[in-house]
Every structure is written in structure tokens, then in C-alpha cells.
């Protein structure tokens, strides 16, 4: 049996030695030596990268349940000073996936003690969510199908152990899209002898001002622009734009693609620049299947803690969306407390509160999940 204090002592350890996505070698090691001594039927590493799966089995056949935690950090430098704070500069766990694979390490301690009546348990530790990398690296690998699988997320802004919910849409679509412009450099005496893109970038930047619905969750947010060198005796003649567009759903991300790219192309077109465009960092937006979040709802019902429905969805974006796109599942939020400091900022801190609430939300779920 192991105790609670065990599992903080775990998630200190892997916040002090946080690590970027798609580099979680320690923490895969770290992981393993904690899931070793919980005996799983199976435990496989080296998954997507740095991706752990454990699996438990009951002794009759029946359902398959994965859940799933994240496992990287941020290339964000932590400023409080805490027992375990980070060892590496520059990098730390600022979403709070330390405290994602406490929990799951948790949940195989259980598991350890009491296997499951029927059906199988996979607890999947999976690398690079910040990039929207892993989650589709793991799926077009993983050799189960699962029937239902499960993911939480910890929300500052909301109660301490608060269960946050939504059918449907819980977290919205993202992608990242650059955009290269070459136009003709020229002498800066001469600007109108060469082709400058900076009308282009000026024009598309407030394109995207344009474009967004805050409200509606439709975002197209400029994340970096260059144009041509530091030399002040040249015009230049290219540029690189970055943007990130959001979007609650498919259908809505694939409509403000559409009119981004006619608008790049028109652009480049009018002032005679040769372009490219690219796509990166794709996540897919998470879409809550209704049998797996009532049977959410209904654990932390009768676990006693309080929920919340959400309106809308949230803006950001979850690669668990890999998922619930290929298997019915559902992630849910877990409130981190209505003053912490939000989600990737340099003095936040996972709450070590939350290690049981989340160990006895995957529990329940689990038992009814394999029930079905
Ligand atoms: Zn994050
Ligand atoms: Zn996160």
C-alpha cells in the first residue's frame, strides 16, 4: 500500500527535474522505477518517445479502459521558491503534469493492491502533450482499442477539487500556421526598386485582429513576426509570420483556416510576394462522448465532491483530442483553487491536494467504466 505522502514525494521529484516535450527520459525512468514495484501484468516503455504504458488485468475478460496522464514541462523559468523546485533553468512543470502522473502512479498503487473484477486497466503515460506531438504518435502505435479512456486536467480558477465538466466540446482546436514571404531586398535608399513585404505583414497582422471572435472562442493570435535583417542600408525582401488559430470545434477550425490561408494568398498576390504556408502543432479538438462523462459526473456525485457544467468550451487545446476522436472518452477538469496562478505561468505550482481527489475520481471511474 502505498501512501499519499509517497505520491507527493513523487511529484516533487519530477518537478524538480522537469523535462521538454519529446525529452522525458528521467521522468520516464523515474516513472518506471514507482511502477515497477506496483507489479503490472504488463509495463512497456520507450512508447511515442518516452511513453510508459502499464496494464492490469482482471481475471474474466471484459472491457478495456485506458487513462491517460501527460508527462513534459515548459520552457518556462520558475520564479517561486518551493522545496522542489525545478533544478534546470528555463524549464519547469508549469501545467501541473507533474501532478497528472502522480495521480496515475497513484491509481497503478491501487491497481497493485486490488486488480480489477473483470476487464483491463491501461494506465498510459504519455510524452509531449505541449506540442500536440505525443497523443497521435502513441495512437498510431498502440495495439489496444480501448472502449473508454480518460484524461483530467488541473484548472486554477476554479475550487480546490472542484469536477469540471462538459458534454461535447470541453476543449477547443488549435493550429499553428507560418507563413514565409519573399518579396526583393534592395538598397534602403532605393525601397521602391526591391518588393518589401512589410505592407503584407502589416495588413495580415491586422487581418487577424479581425478574424477573431473572442466570444465565440474563434482566435487567430499573431505569436511571432520577422521582417528582413537588422541592416539599416537594406529594404528588405522577406518576412516570417506565426499564428495560432483556435477553435471550439472541427468544422469551426476548418472554416477559419480556409479564409486565413484565401487571405495570405490574396495578400501575397496584391503585393506580388511568392509565399509559403505550413502547418504545425495540430491538436484536434476534445469532444466528450455522453456515456463516458455521465459516468464521470456520476463518480464524483457520489464521491461527494461538487461539479461544475461548463457553458462553453475552453479555448485552449488538449492533444487527448487524439483520442476521444478515435475512442469514446471524456476529459475532465479538477479545480486547482480559485487564486492560483493560471496554467503556464512561472509561479505556478501543482496542488498536492488534489493527488487523492484525482486517484479516487480514476477509481470510480474505472469500476464503472468496466461495469458497462
Ligand atoms: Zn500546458
Ligand atoms: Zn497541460
Same mark, same amino acid.
Given at each position: 500500500?502505498?501512501?499519499?505522502s509517497?505520491?507527493?514525494e513523487?511529484?516533487?521529484?519530477?518537478?524538480r527535474?522537469?523535462?521538454?516535450?519529446?525529452?522525458?527520459?528521467?521522468?520516464?525512468?523515474?516513472?518506471?522505477?514507482?511502477?515497477?514495484?506496483?507489479?503490472?501484468?504488463?509495463?512497456?516503455?520507450?512508447?511515442?518517445?518516452?511513453?510508459?504504458?502499464?496494464?492490469?488485468?482482471?481475471?474474466?475478460?471484459g472491457?478495456? @479502459?485506458?487513462l491517460?496522464?501527460?508527462m513534459?514541462?515548459?520552457?518556462?523559468?520558475?520564479?517561486?521558491?518551493?522545496s522542489?523546485?525545478?533544478?534546470t533553468?528555463?524549464?519547469?512543470?508549469?501545467?501541473?503534469?507533474?501532478?497528472?502522473?502522480?495521480?496515475?502512479?497513484? @491509481?497503478?498503487?491501487?491497481?497493485?493492491?486490488?486488480?480489477?473484477?473483470?476487464?483491463?486497466?491501461?494506465?498510459?503515460?504519455?510524452?509531449?502533450?505541449?506540442?500536440?506531438?505525443?497523443?497521435a504518435?502513441?495512437?498510431?502505435?498502440?495495439?489496444?482499442?480501448?472502449?473508454?479512456?480518460?484524461?483530467?486536467?488541473?484548472?486554477p480558477?476554479?475550487?480546490?477539487?472542484?469536477?469540471?465538466?462538459?458534454?461535447?466540446?470541453?476543449?477547443?482546436?488549435?493550429?499553428?500556421?507560418?507563413?514565409?514571404?519573399?518579396?526583393?531586398?534592395?538598397?534602403?535608399?532605393?525601397?521602391?526598386?526591391?518588393?518589401?513585404?512589410?505592407?503584407?505583414?502589416?495588413?495580415?497582422i491586422?487581418?487577424?485582429?479581425? @478574424?477573431?471572435?473572442?466570444?465565440?472562442?474563434?482566435?487567430?493570435?499573431?505569436?511571432?513576426?520577422?521582417?528582413?535583417?537588422?541592416?539599416?542600408?537594406?529594404?528588405?525582401?522577406?518576412?516570417?509570420?506565426?499564428?495560432?488559430?483556435?477553435?471550439?470545434?472541427?468544422?469551426?477550425?476548418?472554416?477559419?483556416?480556409k479564409?486565413?490561408e484565401?487571405?495570405?494568398?490574396?495578400?501575397a498576390?496584391?503585393?506580388n510576394?511568392?509565399?509559403?504556408?505550413?502547418?504545425?502543432?495540430?491538436?484536434?479538438?476534445?469532444?466528450?462522448?455522453?456515456?463516458?462523462n455521465?459516468?464521470?459526473?456520476?463518480?464524483?456525485?457520489?464521491?461527494?465532491?461538487?461539479?461544475?457544467?461548463?457553458?462553453?468550451?475552453?479555448?485552449?487545446?488538449?492533444?487527448?483530442?487524439?483520442?476521444?476522436e478515435?475512442?469514446?472518452?471524456?476529459?475532465?477538469?479538477l479545480?486547482?483553487?480559485?487564486?492560483?496562478p493560471?496554467?503556464?505561468?512561472?509561479?505556478?505550482?501543482?496542488?498536492?491536494?488534489?493527488?487523492?481527489?484525482?486517484?479516487?475520481?480514476?477509481?470510480?471511474?474505472?469500476?464503472?467504466?468496466?461495469?458497462?
Amino acid at each position: 500500500m502505498i501512501s499519499i505522502s509517497e505520491l507527493i514525494e513523487l511529484r516533487h521529484t519530477l518537478h524538480r527535474e522537469p523535462e521538454l516535450s519529446g525529452n522525458e527520459e528521467q521522468t520516464a525512468k523515474t516513472l518506471v522505477q514507482f511502477l515497477k514495484r506496483q507489479h503490472p501484468d504488463l509495463l512497456m516503455t520507450a512508447i511515442g518517445g518516452h511513453g510508459i504504458i502499464a496494464v492490469y488485468r482482471g481475471e474474466i475478460p471484459g472491457r478495456t @479502459v485506458l487513462l491517460r496522464c501527460d508527462m513534459d514541462a515548459l520552457p518556462i523559468h520558475e520564479t517561486i521558491k518551493i522545496s522542489h523546485s525545478s533544478t534546470t533553468g528555463g524549464v519547469s512543470h508549469k501545467c501541473g503534469h507533474d501532478g497528472h502522473m502522480a495521480i496515475l502512479a497513484g @491509481v497503478s498503487a491501487e491497481l497493485a493492491d486490488t486488480r480489477p473484477a473483470r476487464g483491463t486497466v491501461i494506465l498510459l503515460f504519455q510524452p509531449a502533450e505541449e506540442t500536440g506531438q505525443g497523443a497521435a504518435r502513441i495512437i498510431s502505435r498502440m495495439e489496444y482499442h480501448p472502449d473508454f479512456c480518460y484524461a483530467l486536467h488541473n484548472l486554477p480558477g476554479f475550487p480546490a477539487g472542484r469536477v469540471i465538466t462538459r458534454d461535447g466540446p470541453f476543449a477547443g482546436a488549435s493550429r499553428g500556421i507560418i507563413v514565409t514571404l519573399t518579396g526583393k531586398s534592395s538598397h534602403a535608399a532605393q525601397p521602391l526598386e526591391g518588393i518589401s513585404p512589410a505592407p503584407a505583414v502589416a495588413s495580415l497582422i491586422s487581418y487577424f485582429n479581425r @478574424v477573431s471572435i473572442q466570444a465565440e472562442g474563434i482566435m487567430a493570435t499573431l505569436v511571432h513576426a520577422s521582417i528582413g535583417k537588422i541592416a539599416f542600408g537594406t529594404s528588405p525582401g522577406n518576412a516570417t509570420v506565426m499564428v495560432t488559430l483556435r477553435a471550439p470545434t472541427a468544422e469551426t477550425m476548418d472554416d477559419l483556416s480556409k479564409r486565413i490561408e484565401q487571405q495570405i494568398k490574396r495578400t501575397a498576390g496584391k503585393e506580388n510576394l511568392q509565399h509559403t504556408i505550413s502547418w504545425t502543432e495540430e491538436f484536434p479538438a476534445t469532444i466528450n462522448a455522453t456515456l463516458p462523462n455521465s459516468i464521470i459526473r456520476s463518480t464524483a456525485e457520489q464521491l461527494g465532491y461538487k461539479t461544475t457544467i461548463l457553458e462553453n468550451p475552453f479555448p485552449w487545446s488538449e492533444d487527448f483530442g487524439h483520442f476521444t476522436e478515435k475512442y469514446p472518452g471524456a476529459l475532465f477538469g479538477l479545480g486547482a483553487g480559485v487564486d492560483s496562478p493560471p496554467l503556464h505561468s512561472p509561479d505556478y505550482d501543482f496542488p498536492d491536494r488534489l493527488i487523492p481527489i484525482g486517484i479516487a475520481m480514476f477509481k470510480g471511474i474505472i469500476e464503472r467504466s468496466l461495469e458497462q
